[in-house]
């Protein structure tokens, strides 16, 4: 008799919904995971939920383990932390984190998963891929001892290299974002806070992660000579206007995009995803990364949360999902 689990689907643009998933036994190699918490990436996710990836993206923009495609109906998801209830007996009972959509159970490769540390709990554990992205954009930039340093958007990827970046030795690191509201979050990191007029300039270093075309002007403007702007936004199908007959040729100023479907290039000869997963979860130990949890709701609600996130009514950095008593 097959065995049923329930996932969380975008059945259209701005409609999402609860199915029932039958469940394959696990064979030789593969995993049962009990999910215990999902969370939503509210940047990435809320561009499927509203359909606005492009055509020419679909395939650079699957998940690892999404079902369906753009834009819809589509299973898509990738920060989940559960229990292994059937497994090899090194993962037995443990608490692994995994790049999966929200769904109650899944059978994976034992590969995907990777264990969650002793004294990281499981809800915080569902920021691993953020972190595992803010990893990646810190070997991107990469900072150096004495650099200026601002983060330009405190969402989610943002917060997360600024809370990165304030561990860094002899960093002068400053969060900037118009919501005024998120100068609690940054304190709660360690961070110096700015709104975007009164950010400090002459910065050497800028991440930028508001998604939007001012903000990506305004990063280039707090840049110094020759300093460089680590993009991290996902625009999706939106167009961006730049002014660029300032400082950008006089100063040599660059753009470098970042994104965490590869392994940077500074480290891919010598660290694996699942290596940069894994230090992500080691990072995670800290207990500032809560500051960040910032709304939770069950795993029945999930179609009104996706929607309140999209049409920004639920205002959130990461919003997670219980799965109390799935």
Not at 83 to 89: K, R
Not at 184 to 212: I, N
Not at 296 to 312: Q, T
Request: with cysteine; proline share 9%; charged share 20%.
């Amino acid at each position: 008799m097959a065995s049923y689990a329930r996932a969380f689907w975008t059945a259209a643009p701005g409609a999402g919904e609860i199915r029932p998933v039958a469940l394959p036994d696990p064979g030789p190699g593969e995993v049962l995971v009990r999910t215990v918490h999902s969370g939503v990436s509210r940047g990435t996710e809320t561009l499927v939920f509203r359909g606005e990836v492009p055509p020419g993206q679909y395939a650079v923009m699957r998940a690892p383990f999404q079902e369906g495609d753009f834009p819809g109906p589509v299973k898509y998801g990738y920060l989940n932390v559960g229990v292994v209830e059937q497994g090899p007996p090194e993962l037995l009972g443990r608490t692994v984190f995994c790049l999966y959509p929200h769904q109650t159970r899944f059978v994976v490769p034992a590969g995907a998963v990777v264990p969650v540390p002793d004294g990281v709990p499981a809800r915080r554990a569902v920021l691993a891929g953020t972190v595992e992205t803010a990893v990646n954009a810190l070997w991107d930039g990469p900072p150096l001892v004495g650099d200026r340093i601002a983060v330009l958007g405190a969402g989610m990827v943002g917060c997360c290299v600024a809370a990165l970046l304030a561990r860094f030795p002899g960093v002068s690191v400053q969060l900037v974002d118009t919501n005024p509201e998120r100068a609690a979050v940054a304190a709660a990191l360690g961070v110096p806070f700015a709104s975007p007029e009164a950010a400090d300039g002459d910065r050497d270093l800028v991440f930028h992660a508001s998604a939007s075309g001012p903000g990506l002007q305004r990063a280039l403007d707090l840049l110094a000579p020759e300093g460089t702007v680590v993009e991290l936004s996902w625009y999706g199908d939106r167009g961006v206007n730049l002014s660029l007959g300032g400082a950008f040729h006089s100063g040599r100023l660059t753009v470098r995009g970042s994104q965490v479907g590869t392994v940077s290039p500074a480290r891919a000869a010598r660290r694996s995803y699942a290596d940069r997963l894994a230090i992500a979860l080691d990072l995670l130990r800290d207990p500032a990364f809560d500051a960040l949890l910032s709304g939770e709701s069950s795993f029945d609600r999930l179609p009104e949360v996706l929607a309140g996130l999209a049409d920004g009514s639920l205002p959130a950095l990461c919003h997670t999902i219980s799965y109390d008593g799935e």
